[in-house]
């Protein structure tokens, strides 16, 4: 074996069979390792072709030579300049016995001879093309469905609420879980440089997402927080301005009047009714009052208006007098019915 891996020779010495028309027959039992260029970059969906080349090292075309068996179906066939002669099924795959992790696609043989210019004879040799393919139902439920149902929670990340802190948290675990998914696969996966799988590009993709929804959110929190504080300055500012603009503002002497001195007309009406007509005179005569004095006070008006501070202790005076002479109103009206009665 041409393209063996290790020793060729075989280990095991039998018997040859010879027929009375020439023909001798044997058939050694021998194990050959054998070398395969693998191409990994549909893995693990992928599909490897190796060779079995077979022909002698000492014996030249003229001396040994290479055949099919005659009832092989050969086609004769030319390939890069290169004339063959091949068999669909170069192999006997009747005992083969399947393996749990390629299928066999085909099995093709061809027999080569060519001639090269420091020899003026042929070199012959026969070489059968292994056509294997992995089987997937093992990767796609270990490694693939795993990794893309993993990889599909990073977009539930932007679902969650903007205050969350659990956001990070997600991501940051979805990053974790697909690293340990890519160390798991370098294990597995053979070590070459020709090609880059394509569950690596898959898996690098999504790593590279998931690295950048964590910088995302990073920015999203932050400034979420940012915007918190500006909303917590303004509110603020715009409180101060309302208050600044209600303590120079002035409410006229009217309306004073009724807040202030006349707090009763906001009761129920039978509260009214209870104080009966001479209170309500009296309170009328006092609000007449204080609307003609409020004309001839213009000047005592502004000067409460430059001491805020006056004009709400005045307030707060006049107020406290109310609440006394309606408090001894009511106590002159019970002492008054207790009497009649």
């Known amino acids: 074996m041409l393209s ?3 020793s060729p020779w075989v280990s095991a010495i039998t018997k040859a069979e010879v027929y009375h028309d020439g023909r001798v027959t044997w058939e050694p039992p021998v194990v050959y390792h054998s070398f395969c260029t ?3 970059e549909w893995y693990p969906y992928d599909v490897q072709q190796c ?3 077979f022909g002698s090292w000492t014996y030249s075309g003229t001396q040994l030579d290479l055949m099919h068996l005659l009832s092989d179906d050969v086609r004769y066939v030319v390939r890069n300049n290169e004339s063959g002669w091949d068999v ?5 795959v009747s005992a083969y016995q399947e393996s749990v992790e ?3 696609l085909s099995v093709l043989g061809t027999r080569h001879e060519k001639w090269y210019s420091c020899c003026d004879y042929p070199s012959i040799d026969i070489t059968y093309y292994l056509q294997i393919r992995r089987k997937k139902l093992f990767y796609t439920v270990n490694l693939v469905v795993p990794c893309a149902s993993i990889a599909a929670l990073t977009s539930w990340v932007f ?3 903007c205050e969350s802190h659990q956001k990070i948290q997600l991501c940051i675990s979805v990053l974790v879980s697909l690293t340990v998914f890519f160390l ?3 294990e597995i996966i053979p070590p070459t440089s020709i090609a880059i799988p394509l569950i690596v590009k898959y898996l690098t993709f999504t790593m590279f997402m998931v690295s950048l929804s964590v910088i995302f959110t990073v920015i999203q929190i932050n400034a979420l927080s940012a915007m918190s504080i500006l909303q917590k300055q303004f509110q603020k500012t715009v409180f101060e301005i309302e208050m600044a603009s209600k303590s120079k503002k002035q409410t006229m002497p009217t309306v004073n009047s009724l807040f202030l001195e006349l707090p009763l007309l906001n009761r129920s009406k039978s509260m009214k009714q209870a104080f009966g007509s001479p209170l309500k005179r009296t309170l009328t005569e006092r609000l007449r009052r204080q609307q003609s004095s409020s004309a001839g006070s213009a000047l005592e008006r502004q000067q409460r208006i430059k001491r805020p501070g006056n004009s709400v202790r005045n307030k707060l005076r006049r107020a406290e007098r109310n609440v006394q002479y309606i408090a001894q109103t009511l106590t002159d009206r019970r002492q008054a019915e207790e009497t009649t009665s």
């Open 4 to 6: 063996a891996h290790g």
């Open 184 to 186: 798991l696969l370098i």
């Open 159 to 161: 679902y969650l609420p």
């Open 102 to 104: 390629w299928d066999l």
């Open 88 to 92: 669909e099924r170069g192999v006997d």
């Open 51 to 53: 060779e079995l080349k």
């Open 38 to 40: 693998i191409n990994i």
